[in-house]
């Protein structure tokens, strides 16, 4: 009973944060960026037809857990397509694909600026779903992508994350924009540290205070999660320290990364200081 009351109180501190982060985040979007923004979890939901996107196969994996259009998506949605025409707007995904979708980033904070791009983490469980179904979804998400930016003039990048491998602290190959497995822990911190939850399940450790995070994570997960498809919660995996080479590693990528987005490199070497 006691930490049912920490899982709800953590919850509800949790969401009033992600309130606050999303006010932030519209304050500062271009008008057409804030109709984006709420576009996005429907184009992640449903295979849609939209102006400027190329047809997507049916066959690609859709759905966002637990997720419905609240009235003013809907009505931001009717300015660009005839929602009326559109099903499944309005009632429950039969087999949700995504777990959950976030932001990761500047954001909601105090580095976002009406010219800064948009990162997402799209979590999905990869072991449910075929090869040509993760290839189906990589394509749409690709998409997406060139369709935001010749259409809203915004960078949005989606990064597929497989919840069982972030768990593992396995983030995949470096890229541009993110340095893989070398800095996983930095990565992961970074995620729960900035990441808006836009639809779907929330991470678990965003709802525990930190104590009981460290000593009861595993035991609490093995009793919210016994029933995966109606847990609310995604464990993305606790984390509990990062070593000194990930704090080396990180330095030096930000110095790098200093070529690109001078700005953002300070605020994060800081941030590495601290």
Same mark, same amino acid.
């Not at 039969?94 to 995504?98: K, R, T, Y």
């Not at 836009?198 to 450790?205: N, S």
């Given at each position: 009973l006691i930490f049912s009351e920490f899982l709800h109180y953590g919850e509800a501190r949790f969401l009033k944060q992600n309130r606050f982060s999303l006010l932030t985040a519209f304050d500062i979007? !271009? $008008?057409a960026q804030s109709d984006l923004f709420r576009i996005i979890p429907v184009l992640i939901h449903l295979n849609l037809s939209f102006p400027g996107l190329e047809p997507i196969d049916p066959a690609t994996p859709?759905?966002?857990w637990d997720y419905r259009p609240c009235p003013q998506t809907m009505a931001v949605l009717d300015k660009y397509i005839r929602t009326k025409t559109v099903d499944g707007l309005e009632t429950d995904h $039969?087999? $949700?694909?995504?777990e959950g979708l976030f932001t990761i980033g500047s954001i909601g904070s105090i580095a976002q600026t009406s010219d800064s791009d948009i990162d997402y983490w799209v979590c999905i469980? =990869?072991?449910?779903m075929t090869r040509n179904e993760v290839a189906l979804l990589d394509q749409k998400?690709?998409?997406? =992508?060139?369709?935001?930016?010749?259409?809203?003039? %915004?960078?949005? %990048?989606?990064?597929?994350?497989d919840i069982? !491998?972030?768990? +593992? +602290?396995d983030f995949g190959d470096s890229t541009v924009e993110s340095s893989g497995s070398a800095q996983a822990r930095i990565l992961k911190e970074e995620f729960y540290r %900035?990441?808006?939850?836009?639809?779907?399940?929330?991470?678990?450790?965003?709802v525990l205070p930190t104590a009981i995070s460290l000593q009861y994570y595993n035991a609490l997960l093995s009793q919210v999660g016994t029933l995966p498809h109606l847990s609310r919660y995604i464990d993305l995996g606790d984390i509990h320290a990062i070593s000194t080479n990930e704090y080396f590693g990180a330095s030096i990528w930000q110095m790098f990364k200093w070529l690109k987005s001078p700005f953002k490199s300070v605020l994060k070497m800081a941030l590495l200081e601290e």
């Open positions: 979007f !271009r $008008p859709s759905g966002i $039969p087999a $949700p694909a995504i469980n =990869e072991h449910q998400l690709v998409g997406l =992508e060139k369709m935001i930016s010749e259409k809203f003039d %915004t960078q949005v %990048t989606f990064f597929k994350v069982t !491998r972030a768990k +593992n +602290n %900035t990441m808006i939850h836009v639809a779907g399940k929330i991470p678990l450790w965003s």
